[in-house]
């Protein structure tokens, strides 16, 4: 089943800036903090394409204006208002460069099993390289926790010192968050996760690819997810299955089979031929 799209046009959503040698690409959408639309999508594509084929382009710098770099994609366009900083798709933006920059402010997540999804966007891949399964627990970082851990490069503090959670409180948030999320959701990502130790970037993209065109193709928990937090905001999802051992090994399958669908368009990756050698 083929999915359809729908966006309303918005203007200088995304920036582009800089000069022969540095460019920087700046998300300007600071009202939807940043979220990712199909629009802006397009052009940082087509301007980090245009980079990559630049021989004089040494530095390209993604940033954002306003409080957020980016609150993920677009699911809604009120999705984002009560998200901070990077989360979902856009911490997927920001895993694959070589310098990852953060202060005490900054808020990292990948929620997105709590609308019945699964953490994508390569997140298998950069996920998959740290200890334990931080993507089951929906629990947020901050900057000294993204460097402690290996997700952030440079730590830079700004004017104000944020206050440190309690590990009890971490804790608490991480069981809370597993406990109201989708179960199917949860194993997928267990899966996902594991599979992305033993693979590359390239790899895990297009499992993941595949597994989300079926999460948005058949019948899934995504819907219930999306009705409950987005539209009808009565937080009160019903999960089918509804509890983790009702989730079987078949039901998970499901998702990870190859695409079978003429009206699917494949997955296609550009050459990154600069940078390869250094992620």
């Known amino acids: 089943m083929a999915l359809s799209l729908t966006f309303t046009r918005e203007t200088d959503q995304v920036l582009f800036a800089g ?6 690409v700046i998300l300007n959408r600071p009202q939807k903090l940043n ?30 204006n306003g409080k957020a770099f980016c609150a993920g994609g677009d699911v809604k366009s009120v999705v984002a208002s009560a998200l901070i900083a990077v989360m979902g798709g856009g911490a997927g ?4 460069t070589i310098f990852r920059v953060v202060t005490e402010k900054t808020v990292f997540a990948m929620p997105e099993a709590s ?27 901050n900057g000294a926790e993204m460097v ?34 989708s179960p199917t959701s949860l194993k997928i990502f267990l899966r996902s996760v594991r ?18 065109t079926h999460l948005i193709s058949l019948e899934s928990d995504f819907f219930e997810g999306a009705r409950a937090k987005l539209f009808d905001k009565d937080n009160n999802p019903v999960w089918k299955p509804s509890k983790l051992e009702l989730v079987s090994k078949e039901m998970v399958d499901q998702f990870f089979k190859e695409i079978d669908d ?3 368009e494949p997955l296609q990756l550009p050459h990154r031929s600069k940078i390869q050698s250094k992620l």
Not at 44 to 62: A, G, P, Y
Not at 169 to 178: F, Q, R, T
Request: aromatic share 10%.
């Open 195 to 212: 599979e992305g130790r033993e693979q590359n970037i390239e790899q895990c993209l297009c499992r993941e690819y595949d597994v989300t």
């Open 262 to 264: 003429e009206d699917c």
């Open 35 to 64: 979220c990712l639309n199909y629009e802006m999508i397009r052009q940082i594509t087509r301007n980090l394409t245009s980079f990559e084929n630049d021989s004089s382009v040494k530095l390209v710098i993604l940033k954002a």
């Open 148 to 181: 402690a851990c290996g997700l952030a490069t440079h730590f830079v503090p700004s004017k104000e010192n944020g206050k440190e959670r309690g590990a009890k409180k971490w804790i608490a948030d991480a069981l809370n968050y597993m406990h109201s999320s």
């Open 115 to 141: 609308i019945g999804l699964y953490p994508d966007v390569g997140a298998s891949y950069f996920l998959s390289r740290l200890p334990g399964y931080f993507g089951l627990t929906g629990a947020q970082l």
């Open 93 to 96: 933006l920001s895993m694959n």
């Open 19 to 24: 000069n022969s040698y540095v460019k920087e």
